[in-house]
């Protein structure tokens, strides 16, 4: 399980983070999302054991992380940009990573290979961006980790590298139990393989549960009629006769509420990730603005 509890940090006078909390289950993939600037990868940082918290308590499996290198043993991180070695090639990263992780597996590391195809012998600096993630993913999965750590994971990798890569992780999860935690722009992705999901803002947790729970506590009501009452309603729109109501509640109450006002007609829809994503943020001026130019 990772934990992360009243976490705070500042970086001159920005503080990225502000009493930040953060449940991720032990097996779960957790997708963390958010706008940019929301403290997201300052988050994985802590996590990652890169940064030392301000205030507050990092910890994965119940020990601190920071400065803990037992810990971090069990911890694979892949960043939004990849580091290596100026002018170190993809085996030397494995002999780097053979000797810093006692879990390495060779053999993994080269049945990988297989599905990656990446030059062994170029300067990994001069692979493209996604030469770069897959790179990445080759050697992190080789220590066969505990935890994964990944922001924003598929940048730069084509549709079917990026179906490649979520199908390796899924993978590692049903086979050893693995916890995901991604952090990622792409919400579309991250409904399809993530089972928790936390939207940060402003260096806090908006909202963080299960992704069945979130979707079944926010639905879209397209109805032709009166509005009804009592109904928490985030976002209100019209065309025609057919108003679209996104409304925080149960699919049934929201069904009886809408039943007795009669109207001609009503439906309850489901929303996706993005959906939930922008009415949440529309209730902290996060809303989408229509400027005329």
């Known amino acids: 399980m990772l934990n992360i509890k009243h976490l705070s940090k500042t970086f001159g006078t920005f503080r990225a983070l502000d009493d930040l909390s953060l ?35 990092v910890t ?16 694979g991180y892949i960043p939004d940009e990849i580091f290596c070695y100026p002018g170190a090639t993809l085996e030397d990263m494995a002999k780097f990573y053979q000797g810093i992780y ?6 993994l590391f080269l049945r990988l290979h297989e599905i990656f195809q990446l030059p062994k012998t170029d300067p990994i600096r001069r692979f ?13 999965l080789s220590i066969h980790p505990q935890v994964i750590l990944l922001d924003e994971p598929v940048d730069g990798l084509d549709p079917v590298m990026r179906r490649q890569v979520m199908s390796l992780i899924l993978s590692d999860v049903a086979e050893h139990g693995t916890t995901v935690l991604i952090s990622s722009h792409n919400l579309r992705e991250l409904e399809d393989v993530c089972d928790h999901v936390g939207i940060m803002d402003h260096g806090k947790m ?16 397209q109805i032709v009629g009166a509005i009804p009452e009592g109904l928490d309603i985030l976002h209100e729109s019209a065309s025609g006769r057919m108003k679209t109501l996104i409304v925080r509640g ?6 009886t509420k809408a039943s007795a006002v009669k109207p001609a007609y009503f439906d309850i ?25």
Do not use: C
Not at 102 to 107: G, L, N, S, V
Not at 128 to 140: D, E, H, N, P, R
Not at 211 to 218: F, S, V
């Open 23 to 57: 449940t991720v289950p032990a097996g779960a993939v957790y997708g963390l999302v958010g706008p940019n600037g929301a403290g997201k990868s300052t988050a994985i940082r802590h996590l990652a054991g890169v940064y030392r918290p301000d205030a507050g308590e």
């Open 60 to 75: 994965v499996g119940g020990r601190s992380v920071w400065e803990n290198p037992e810990v971090k043993q069990t911890i």
């Open 102 to 107: 006692k879990t390495f597996d060779r053999e």
């Open 128 to 140: 493209s961006k996604g030469m770069q993630k897959q790179a990445a993913f080759q050697l992190t």
């Open 206 to 221: 908006l909202l963080e549960k299960a992704l069945a729970d979130m979707q079944g506590a926010t639905h879209k009501l």
């Open 250 to 255: 149960a699919a049934w109450e929201i069904s």
């Open 269 to 293: 829809l489901p929303l996706s990730l993005e959906e939930i994503f922008i009415y949440e943020l529309g209730g902290v001026n996060y809303a989408v603005k229509d400027i005329l130019l």
